[in-house]
């Protein structure tokens, strides 16, 4: 048996999430105080409370993500279960598997997710830029909607999610043009999300380029787990690559068909989504219904897991 394990990103985030898990073990705790020290606030009060709004800001849903995708690797290895071969997270939770694969400390990792988000936020203003969903259409049809809808401004396909699901971001008009497009091209559902950060698109190009400079000085390693970077479906080699890599994934699409298919075609016989939330799981079933899949988003998923 060969376990792949993967992270989800931002919009797996919910008021109350690992409640249950930190009831049952002091490190998830301990993990959210490391976080808060570092953020300068008390993420596990906010991520039980809220406000919700303020959770699905980027600047706290990055760093909320990262911390309770490691506090779920942290449940299944004290819960005896097995090392994955592979590793892959969607956007965010990239971070997540590095971490987890040890190739940055988690305190490094928080700081440089920070500034991730903060970057990220700044760099298109709140109104100007939007993202949806386009459910029903395939790859092709989706960007050639995104063409023609630049009339409006930047429109792009950033996240090619499942067969018939991609997701578009860019400018706010352009993504409601593309939108009205997709619809009037037979797409099942077009909808817009509640996000106004176009991630993965063009307009974050900036960002990664200071991106670049706060992963410089980091320190990473090689690991013995394949982590697998999701905008290029190949694995990670050295530190440099990481670097790299990480720098350029804010403004690239992700490609998430094309990382299971190739964690698949290397070995993995399950896959377990680590962290909040079973986006990521539905995500891999419609990818490849053959695969068993697992969760750990609960004490309940965490059990069901172990048994895979």
Known sequence: MSIAMVFPGQGSQSLGMQADLAAEYA?????YAQASEILGYDLWELVQTGPEERLGETVVTQPAMLTAGYVSWLAW???????????????????TALVCAGAIDFSDAMRVVKKRSELMQAAVPVGVGAMAAIIGLDDAAVQSVCEEARTAGVVEAVNFNSPGQVVIAGHKDAVAHAVQLAENNGARRAILLPVSVPSHSSLMKEAG????ETLAPVKFRATSIKVINATDATPYTDADDMRAR??????RPVRWVDTINAMVDGGA???IECGPGKVLAGLVRRINRATPVGTIESMSGLHKALEL
Request: charged share 25%; net charge negative.
């Open 77 to 95: 290895r004290d819960a005896g279960g097995a090392e994955p071969e592979q590793m892959a997270g969607h956007s965010l939770g990239e971070y």
């Open 246 to 251: 990480l720098s350029r994934q804010v403004y």
């Open 269 to 271: 016989t399950s896959v």
């Open 27 to 31: 490190f998830a705790g301990e993990t």
């Open 209 to 212: 380029k200071e991106l670049a």
